[in-house]
């Protein structure tokens, strides 16, 4: 079984930064890879960002790119999402979630674990 803990949501103007830690836990072997989605109110859960397990793939989604960056840290088990000029469009709760496997992965069906969510709020 695997565990992961999200930090680091709050409330943002518009332009502010914030950093999203996610500690993972439990049956972590070396390819597991981690991503990053979030769910606004009235709308699906979409993807965000995702990195493999030697952070030499990574992937985002066409509105967070050039803005944010996905990075891990295999050493504490814990991947990061830094959030630059933030938008009252990036509003949502934000999930960290794993599976095993080697690359990354857009599709929220491919994550076997998930995060309880961190609330970011970004008001103009």
């Known amino acids: 079984q695997v565990q992961l803990v999200e930090s680091g949501g709050g409330s943002v103007q518009a332009g502010d930064s914030l950093r999203l830690s996610c500690a993972a836990s439990?049956?972590?072997?070396?390819?597991?890879?981690l991503g990053w989605f979030r769910q606004a109110p009235g709308k699906e859960r979409e993807f965000v960002a995702a990195?493999?397990?030697?952070?030499?793939?990574?992937g985002y989604a066409g509105s967070v790119k050039g803005r944010f960056t996905i990075s891990r840290d295999n050493a504490k088990n814990t991947v990061y999402l830094q959030m630059n000029t933030l938008k009252p469009e990036d509003t949502a709760v934000y999930y960290c979630?794993?599976?095993?496997?080697?690359?990354?992965?857009?599709?929220?069906?491919?994550?076997?674990?998930w995060g309880q969510g961190t609330q970011v709020t970004v008001s103009s």
């Open positions: 979630a794993g599976t095993r496997g080697t690359s990354w992965y857009m599709a929220a069906a491919t994550y076997d674990y």
């Open positions: 439990g049956d972590i072997n070396t390819f597991f890879t």
């Open positions: 990195i493999n397990y030697d952070s030499k793939e990574s």
